[in-house]
């Protein structure tokens, strides 16, 4: 498979399809289910409750990716403009020196059981860890199929916490979730070992849920970005500086890193995962050293080129929930050619790291407006009525002259098409 398409957001619609079949070898049925927006009502029953519709985002493909020397096409569901064009510029821009290297830690989720009404929390703790065995093997009864596949709870964590309306034990269960998400086998675990936990302490068990702050399961990437594509030493020179803004300070910091989940959410929702864990866990992340800091890190190598990292909690999977239900999802993660949950958090790290430097390039070069102007400019052209060929030449026109609107792309249109009349008279 080769994540490379020449001028794909050139193509019409279906030619774009038949392109992207090409590179990645999915079938007619996996187009249509990937394009086909019309999903059958029982998918959808089984989904939410109170189903009375459905709501379409577009579905677009970024290109040039390699991770761990393998290229991916990168499925991404947003309603943000640039965003796809974003990761893709990101990508070729790693490409150059190798693409992305990309690694994780195992896939372990975190199980919160609250223990409160102790006499002792500091004895309550030692005895918890006496009879940790005990507690792991009652946590692995509740999904025999997760053990099967070479998963279940590993450990436990006893943490005392002190608060004004007293001293409380959280037990964090660790529970290896191979390739699944895991939200469920967690949740049913917390609250099935629960009983135990308050017998051991003596104390009330109050919530038995996951953590969402998932820093046993983090992916990182890193990256070379070649001077010559951020405009020299003095392109990486301001990119830097922009970066360490985003570590002066939380309130570019947020900015920064709502850019790096512009990608990462974008991949997350096209393979039916959740959005709203990972970006909670993304943002957590960033807060753990008590400060909000950028989830990515730069510097400049003996080259003058930049290097960029990232590390973020990715709890997401490949089994389960949404991503085996939702015909658009099996087709994303076929699209990408990824089988495990942790291949799926490497991808979505090198798109975080890949979004994050087309950021901070555009907006330490040459500004973003451009780039959104010109995507606006081309709306405009194709809401015109303009034809695939003829929307550059209005793009051009109008971004040149600096007079983007609907009424310029109409009036251009119409120049351009009585020209092309006379031309052929
Ligand atoms: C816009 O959705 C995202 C950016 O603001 C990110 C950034 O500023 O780094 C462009």
């Known amino acids: 498979m080769g994540s490379v398409i020449p001028g794909l957001y050139k193509k019409d619609p279906d030619a774009r399809k038949k392109a992207v079949a090409e ?25 939410v409750e109170n ?54 830690t195992e896939q372990i989720m975190i199980g919160q059981v609250q223990l409160t009404d102790l006499k002792d929390p500091a004895k309550a703790a030692v005895a918890v860890n006496l009879k940790k065995d005990e507690v792991l093997s009652l946590a692995d009864e509740k999904d025999p199929l997760l053990v099967k596949a070479g998963g279940g709870a590993r450990e436990l964590e006893v943490r005392i916490l002190e608060h004004p309306a007293g001293t409380m034990l959280v037990v964090h269960l660790l529970v290896d979730c191979r390739d699944a998400m895991g939200a469920n086998a967690v949740n049913t675990m917390a609250e099935a070992v629960a009983p135990l936990l308050e017998d051991i302490t003596g104390g009330r068990a109050v919530l038995r849920i996951l953590s969402n702050l998932a820093t046993r399961r983090l992916s990182s990437a890193k990256a070379i970005f070649p001077k ?62 008590g400060r909000y800091s950028p989830l990515t890190s730069f510097h400049r190598d003996g080259k003058g080129d930049l290097i960029g990292e990232i590390t973020v909690p990715t709890a997401v999977g490949v089994v389960g929930g949404a991503t085996k239900v939702h015909p658009a999802a099996k087709a994303s993660l076929k699209l990408m050619g990824v089988t495990t949950a942790r291949e799926l958090g490497e991808v979505l790290a090198s798109v975080g790291l890949a979004q994050n430097i087309a950021a901070l390039r555009a907006l330490s070069l040459e500004g973003i407006q451009k780039g959104h102007m010109r995507l606006h400019a081309r709306n405009l052209a ?44």
Not at 80 to 98: D, F, H, L, N
Not at 244 to 273: E, W
Not at 385 to 402: C, F, H, K, S, T
């Open 228 to 289: 010559e594509e951020l405009g020299g030493d003095e392109g990486v020179s301001s990119i830097l500086k922009a970066f360490f803004l985003s570590q002066a300070d939380p309130y570019r910091a947020a900015t920064h890193n709502k850019g790096i989940m512009n990608g990462i959410d974008a991949v997350v929702l096209a393979t039916g995962n959740d959005t709203r864990a990972v970006e909670a866990g993304a943002h957590a992340y960033a807060s753990l050293s």
């Open 23 to 47: 590179a990645s070898g999915l079938t007619k049925d996996d187009l249509r289910a990937l394009f086909d927006p019309a999903l059958q009502d029982p998918v959808l029953e089984g989904m």
């Open 382 to 425: 194709i809401q015109a009525g303009a034809r695939p060929d003829e929307v550059d030449v209005l793009v051009d026109a109008m971004v040149v002259d600096g007079d983007i609107n609907a009424s310029r792309a109409s009036e251009l249109l119409a120049t351009s098409r009585s020209r092309a009349t006379i031309k052929r008279i």
């Open 51 to 104: 189903v009375i519709g459905s709501f379409h985002l577009p579905l677009g493909v970024a290109t040039g990716f390699q991770v761990n020397g393998r290229d991916v096409l990168v499925p991404m569901v947003t309603e943000e403009p640039s965003v796809i064009a974003a990761a893709s510029k990101g990508a070729q821009m790693a490409r150059v020196r190798g693409g992305f290297t990309a690694w994780s």
